[in-house]
């Protein structure tokens, strides 16, 4: 088994750079997992792990290749080395080198029946991993973002979703071209906006629906809007008049939850 001890080392700094980076990742192929669950997340989640980096001190060699399975390399590092690469502050003493993904849509599956999660621009990751957590609690079909702001595999997305990037099915897209395959696959919208809005506890969600959120300070586009079978709104009773794109999701996604049953996917 392979040994690094510098943080000089070639491979480490490149590592550092997949951390760092959206660019390097986007040319490599690849990006950084930190963590055990969040690395066995994404193998269950049906991406490839092409190296495993670990503190002997932290972990057994026989550990790690339970994570990993029988084709990724291992590499034992030194603390001083995994302390460069880790983003969090945590000692888990594990990392891994796993393949991008493919999030266009036409790679995009679904079901005959789909609840989707579409959010349009958003730019904080923390909203971001909060996205992905409610979708993996209600078992959504699929996330899409629609002109995303954002590089997915950044490791404030992973670390805020806490792994859910990988349990989700995710697609990306520009507003048009969402717009286009929701109506293409026969897919409701329902859009999350103040304007020409009925409360959202009045619609139907039992058939193909898309909800639609927006960003907490421009909301959604007039593309959107006009592309909604129904536009809907949350009732407030307090003195403002939006809440986090999060917690608003999550709420109109429980409702459609509710309506189906709470059955899954």
Known sequence: MKQISSIQNPFIKSLVQLQEKAKA?????????????????????????????????????????????????????????????????????LMAVAALKDHSLEKLVLGENPLLLVTEAPEKPGNIGALLRT???????????????????????????????????????????????????????YSATLQNSVSYHTQDYTQPTALVVGTEDAGLTQQWRDAAKQNIIIPMHGEIDSMNVSVAAAILIFEAKRQRGFNLP
């Open 135 to 189: 979708a993996d609690a209600a078992g959504l079909d699929a996330v899409i973002i629609a002109n995303p702001k954002s590089d997915l595999y950044s490791p404030n997305i992973i670390r805020s979703g806490v792994g859910c990037l990988f349990t989700n099915t995710v697609a990306t897209g520009t507003t048009q071209e969402v717009v286009a395959y929701l109506n293409k696959k026969g897919i409701s919208i």
């Open 25 to 93: 990742r986007r040319q490599s192929g690849t990006f950084l997992i930190e963590g055990r669950r969040e690395v066995m997340l994404a193998r269950k989640g049906g991406y490839t792990i092409q190296t495993l980096l670990f503190v002997p001190e932290l972990l057994t060699e026989n550990q790690v290749r339970e994570l990993a399975g029988t084709q990724a390399e291992l590499i034992g590092i030194t603390k001083e080395v995994y302390q460069k690469l880790a983003y969090r502050d945590s000692t888990e003493g």
